[in-house]
């Protein structure tokens, strides 16, 4: 421990609530603060972005700048408080991030090279000029979402999450490799220990016992940035982890205990119970009900729909049909239509459609390619086409999107 920084200790007990609430579920939160926020420490992701002023993040003991262009995905194992520069007024907007339907996607198709990153690399990262243009026009383009709660909207809001967030994935594995051998608190690198091995029968003095330290130091050293011990901080992890795969329909109790690293399904109950005020059953059927359907009303709870939804978004620039996705797949099509139009109203094909407009619209705004180019990239096999479904969606054609963003017209024309 003696080669290890210090921690930046809370001052006050963490409080829950303050970004997540059932109205807030993927929807985007404006901040102006001239005061520094209360200590935070959330059960569900927080994307944030900063739009304007100068301040600092204090992350699991560790200080972070904040200035226009930050961008930080805060977890659940995260406890942190935002404060501006003495002043300023920080300006940045908030979103909670979809847990159930990220840890699903981990449930689907891990790589060990994306979540060891997530883990290992600093919370919040720096973009430059490009990026921070890209970031703020899809989230201009999530705000036209904002207040929407149908899947369809839903689904259109994770995607723009997700793009923002394969930033941050990127700049992750880049600085994972660079800052690998900075000393990081006791505190902050037992707090990431704990999230990647949450499955495993691991104990305060087993963990101890990997950082060099006794249990009482470790625990010390977690109550000092989190007020949770060992056993509360593994608890919490555990419970989020189990909270975020529960709302999937065809997801067993059994892998569910399994998936959440708890041995006995009356200790899974038991804790359960502690941290969420009622059994995992009755916890499902709350957060699911009220009269827009539930703050998860956006979620998409069918396996079959998530596994032809990921399929689109790693396979739209082929000519991909919703044939070759069932016969890719093996689901029936009419499980896919009958799914996909109770869901979104919408067509598999629309989907794809869709899918496919959404990438070409940074490669509008972001580059100088010929629309011909674009179209064969996103998976268009004429300007014709691509024209007349990106009108379909935006309402003007991808010559017309362009000239707008650039504030007049660049001059090359479609055939529609």
Not at 128 to 142: A, M, N
Request: overall charge neutral.
């Amino acid at each position: 421990m003696d080669n290890r920084p210090d921690s930046v200790g809370i001052t006050e007990i963490p409080i829950q609530g303050f970004f997540v609430a059932p109205d807030n579920f993927l929807r985007l939160q404006r901040f102006e603060i001239s005061e520094p926020l209360p200590t935070i420490s959330e059960d569900e992701s927080v994307i944030m972005y900063v739009t304007g002023g100068e301040g600092q993040i204090t992350v699991n003991g560790v200080v972070f700048p904040l200035a226009a262009g930050s961008l930080a995905w805060l977890q659940s194992y995260h406890t942190y408080t935002i404060e501006p520069a003495f002043g300023q007024t920080l300006r940045f907007a908030a979103c909670v991030y979809d847990y159930p339907l990220s840890s699903y996607l981990v449930i689907l198709k891990q790589t060990n090279e994306i979540s060891q990153a997530i883990i290992r690399a600093v919370p919040v990262i720096a973009l430059d000029e490009k990026r921070s243009g890209i970031v703020l026009r899809l989230l201009e383009e999530f705000m036209l979402e904002n207040d929407s709660h149908s899947r369809g909207s839903g689904i259109i809001k994770v995607a723009v999450l997700g793009q923002i967030i394969t930033f941050f994935i990127a700049g992750c594995i880049k600085r994972v490799k660079r800052e690998s051998d900075v000393p990081m608190p006791l505190a902050w690198d037992a707090t990431l220990y704990i999230a990647a091995h949450y499955r495993e029968d691991i104990t305060a003095r087993s963990v101890a016992e990997h950082f060099g330290c006794t249990s009482a130091e470790l625990n010390r050293e977690l109550r000092k940035i989190s007020s949770l011990n060992f056993v509360q901080t593994l608890d919490r992890v555990r419970i989020n982890i189990a909270c975020g795969a529960m709302f999937f329909e065809d997801v067993s109790l059994s892998y569910l205990l399994s998936y959440s690293g708890f041995s006995t399904e009356a200790a899974f109950y038991r804790i359960f119970k502690k941290y969420k005020g009622m059994p995992p059953n009755e916890y499902r059927a709350a957060r699911m009900r009220d009269g827009r359907g539930g703050p998860y009303r956006a979620m998409i709870g069918s396996r079959e729909v998530m596994s032809v939804l990921d399929y689109i978004q790693h396979n739209y620039s082929s000519p991909i049909t919703q044939k070759s996705i069932a016969a890719e797949l093996y689901i029936s099509e009419s499980l896919i239509n009958e799914r996909f139009q109770s869901m979104f109203g919408m067509s598999c094909r629309e989907i794809i459609m869709l899918s496919r407009v959404r990438h070409a619209e940074p490669l509008l705004l972001n580059t100088d390619l010929p629309l011909l180019d674009i179209a064969i990239r996103v998976g268009f096999n004429s300007t014709k086409v691509f024209a007349r479904a990106f009108r379909r969606v935006n309402g003007v054609s991808p010559s017309e999107y362009r000239a707008n963003a650039k504030g007049g017209r660049d001059g090359e024309k479609e055939k529609e």
